[in-house]
């Protein structure tokens, strides 16, 4: 019985998880692998060699991440708050507003380096100014 309610708990995660964005994504694995205290290396690695190349990786993954910052909407606001909603499809369309509103705006915390740099061109594009950190 006690593994019926865990299978349950399981699917019901699965399920929340199927739910974020890629980026969420990023950021629930950062977050377990610095609160867990593991990486995403491969199991068959030596056991005396886990824990520097645990830290290895987790400082590759520091430096690796770049936080996104709005610092102008610029004239075109509607241009930029669908791109605040494409980066980021949890936005509302207030929540998006808003953030055009309030500068500077945190739009990607923590994000991987690709999407930090994805998420700076579409923004870039529609006409804001943004800054990479």
Known sequence: MAEEKKTKKVDELTEEIGKLTVIELSELVSTLQEKLGVSAMP???????????AAEAGAATAAATQSVVMTDAGANKIGVIKALREIN?????????????????????????????????????????????
């Open 43 to 53: 199991v068959a690695a030596a056991a005396p060699a886990a824990a520097p190349a």
């Open 89 to 133: 499809q949890n936005l509302t369309l207030m929540d998006a507003k808003g953030m055009t509103e309030t500068l500077p705006a945190e739009v990607l915390k923590d994000a991987k380096a690709e999407d930090a740099k994805a998420a700076s061109d579409k923004l870039t594009a529609a006409g804001a100014k943004v800054e990479l950190k």
